[in-house]
């Protein structure tokens, strides 16, 4: 999960710009080879940011259970 590490720790100018899209939803954290893509398995996603009904995110990154780390 190194390589994810700071896409979860504080979310990035581009995160926090797609959240303004999808007020009171989520800003899903995919592996790189599913991002942009419609069908993404459970265990792809590492998890999400939550956003407000103002479009900003708000709390801690969400980890998703179910991701299962592709070791490469």
């Known amino acids: 999960?190194?390589?994810y590490s700071n896409?979860?720790?504080e979310p990035s100018e581009e995160v926090k710009k797609e959240a303004l899209k999808y007020p009171n939803g989520y800003i899903y954290i995919?592996?790189?080879?599913y991002?942009?893509?419609d069908d993404v398995p459970a265990d792809k996603i590492l998890g999400a940011?939550?956003?407000n009904e103002t479009g900003v995110i708000v709390g801690p990154f969400i980890l998703n259970p179910n991701y299962k780390h592709k070791l490469s």
């Open 1 to 3: 999960m190194d390589d």
């Open 7 to 9: 896409q979860i720790n």
């Open 30 to 33: 995919l592996e790189k080879e």
């Open 35 to 37: 991002q942009g893509k």
């Open 49 to 51: 940011w939550k956003v």
